[in-house]
């Protein structure tokens, strides 16, 4: 039947995918883009996050919303979730030895990366091979991936905190992660969903369940940060209440690495003119 035909080609547009992915990553396909993180009391450049890009010959860029699905039910998350561990210690390091400032780099953690591969044996072997602090590096972690088995998770986070890495909570507010649960995990940073910041300031809703997430977060002494700021209407009432750091279109979109050492530049640029 028709319906069985089509599925059957699911199947094989999949397995084509992921033999594809396998290849991408093994002849370097794969490159890393960063978009800035913006400490908001100062309006500096603090950090960065770390978002994989597949660079296809043919195709041109792939959406790891595309490709992180099927490398996360096909196994390649193994050894793309390492490479990129590896990838963002060495440009780390790199943007180090170069002279830039102190830069915390956050990189991306899938679920099944978090709960089937061996997460802080790999981070230690990447944060050693490259010489990069690990007080500088940041793993974001779904809210829906610590919201199940959850003493796993913890002991996890825990090793990951013994390295000295930093732990934030990515899309929080969208993974019905229990509260009692949340305090209990050794963790740094909220970040909270651009679901909740896209609406500011004409929903009510989402201005209190943001602003809400900033108390909370605060009260538990972590730092708390807005994802998917576009307007600076956005960052006002973020500003105001008292939300620590955000990213988003406003400031950049996620950039290569030379883009982005632009952008700092030209940060330092404008600060060394406001000085006069
Ligand atoms: P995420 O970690 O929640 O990343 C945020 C996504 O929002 C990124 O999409 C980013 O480009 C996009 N974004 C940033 N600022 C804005 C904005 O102002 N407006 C809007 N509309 N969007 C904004 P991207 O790069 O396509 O990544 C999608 C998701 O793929 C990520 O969500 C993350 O879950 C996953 N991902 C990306 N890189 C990696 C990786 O290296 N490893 C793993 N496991 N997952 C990754
Ligand atoms: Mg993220
Ligand atoms: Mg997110």
């Known amino acids: ?45 603090q950090g960065a996050e770390a978002l994989v890009r597949w660079n296809d010959p043919q195709e041109g860029l792939i959406s790891p ?15 793309l979730g390492e490479w990129v561990v590896r990838e963002v210690c060495r440009q780390g390091q790199e943007w180090r030895e170069a002279g830039l400032p102190p830069l915390t780099l956050a990189l991306n953690v899938s679920p099944r990366q978090f709960h089937l591969t061996d997460l802080a044996g790999c981070t230690a072997a990447a944060l050693h091979a490259s010489g990069f602090p690990a007080a500088l590096l940041e793993l974001e972690i779904t809210e829906s991936a610590l919201a199940e088995r959850t003493e796993e998770a913890r002991q996890v986070l825990v090793r990951l905190r013994e390295l000295g890495v930093r732990i934030a909570v990515d899309d929080f507010g969208t993974g019905y992660s229990s509260l009692a649960q949340l305090k209990r995990f ?14 500011i300031p004409q929903s009510e809703d989402d201005m209190a369940i943001s602003a ?4 909370m977060g605060h009260s538990m002494g972590l730092s708390v940060l807005a994802e998917g700021v576009e307007t600076e209407g956005q960052l006002a009432f973020l500003r105001e209440r008292g939300c620590d750091a955000y990213q988003g279109y406003l400031c950049s979109r996620p950039v290569p690495a030379d883009d982005f050492v632009a952008l700092l530049r030209a940060q330092a640029e404008s600060a060394a003119a406001a000085q006069g």
Do not use: C, N, W
């Open 212 to 215: 809400a997430i900033i108390a």
């Open 65 to 79: 919303a595309r490709f992180i699905p099927v490398a996360e039910t096909s196994g390649v998350i193994g050894p």
């Open 1 to 45: 039947t028709r319906k069985e035909s089509s599925a059957a080609s699911d199947v094989y547009k999949r397995q084509e995918l992921e033999s594809r992915l396998r290849l991408a990553l093994a002849q370097g396909h794969l490159q890393m883009y960063y978009q800035p993180q913006i400490d908001i009391a100062t309006g500096r450049i």
């Open 186 to 199: 050794p963790i740094d940073v909220l970040k909270i969903d651009q679901g909740f910041i896209r609406d």
